[in-house]
Nanobody, 117 residues
Framework: QVQLVASGGGLVQPGGSLRLSCAASGSISNIYAMDWYRQAPGKQRDLVAGISSAGGTNYAGSVKGRFTISRDNAKKMVYLQMNSLKPADTAVYYC???????????WGQGTQVTVSS
């Protein structure tokens, strides 16, 4: 069984920064992608950033240049450094893992990010 635990959310003023972390545990192969999604109240869950097992990254246009995704394969962690935060970034942030060898698509429990003055 695979578990993902997200942390690092909170309340921050516009222009501030936060760093989200997601720890994966369980039966995971060496070939997996990890993504961050977010869901604002009344809206669908959207992809924010993703990172492949080889380290390739992709970002939503709205966060490009402000957010940076990274991973530590030895620790099975993925991070999301969020800078220059805006009120529009307010949402619950979820981490996701897709295992290409064992199969499976797993979600963390979500962490709330609120950007407000």
């Amino acid at each position: 069984q695979v578990q993902l635990v997200a942390s690092g959310g909170g309340l921050v003023q516009p222009g501030g920064s936060l760093r989200l972390s997601c720890a994966a545990s369980g039966s995971i192969s060496n070939i997996y992608a990890m993504d961050w999604y977010r869901q604002a109240p009344g809206k669908q869950r959207d992809l924010v950033a993703g990172i492949s097992s080889a380290g390739g990254t992709n970002y939503a246009g709205s966060v490009k240049g402000r957010f940076t995704i990274s991973r530590d394969n030895a620790k099975k962690m993925v991070y999301l450094q969020m800078n220059s935060l805006k009120p529009a970034d307010t949402a619950v942030y979820y981490c996701n893992l897709r295992d290409y060898i064992r199969g499976g698509n797993y979600w963390g429990q979500g962490t709330q990010v609120t950007v407000s003055s």
